[in-house]
């Protein structure tokens, strides 16, 4: 049985997931662009940061739920709660990385805390190192 044979000039194989631009912002020409890997990664880490559970439709589980942590305060329970919270985010809603440290520190102002991520690019394996800032109560 013959039929069509593709050529292609790149090698076969499964394709990183890339997600749709966190703002998609049209270029020059009016189109828009896909993110790299690293900044799809970045922005969807963003928001799982961000979002609290059940706030997105079809989507009850997605996000950390940090914003519980608003008035809370910045003790080390807190902060071993926000670290449970991201770590268990991560593990379930992104998959296109392999995570390796999380720390939740607190920040130079006693209203937020420091966390630090560092997690490989599941696909490449390049490492990234990512910090980001949560309110919290007070101290």
């Known amino acids: 049985m013959s039929g069509p044979r593709p050529t ?62 608003v008035h809370q305060p910045n003790t080390l329970e807190t902060r071993a709660r926000a670290q449970a919270a991201i770590v268990e985010a991560l593990r379930r809603h992104e998959p296109r990385i392999l995570l390796d440290a999380v720390a939740v520190d607190p920040g130079q102002d006693a209203r937020e805390l420091l966390i630090t991520l560092s997690y490989r690019l599941r696909p490449t394996g390049t490492p990234v190192t990512l910090t980001a800032r949560a309110p919290v109560g007070g101290a």
Do not use: K, Y
């Open 8 to 69: 292609l000039s790149r090698p076969v194989g499964p394709r990183p997931s890339i997600g749709w631009p966190l703002l998609p912002v049209p270029d020059a020409d009016g189109g828009l662009g896909w993110p790299s890997l690293d900044a799809s990664v970045r922005q969807s880490i963003e928001m799982i940061l961000r979002v609290t559970p059940g706030e997105r439709l079809m989507r009850p589980a997605f996000g950390a739920g940090l914003e519980a942590l």
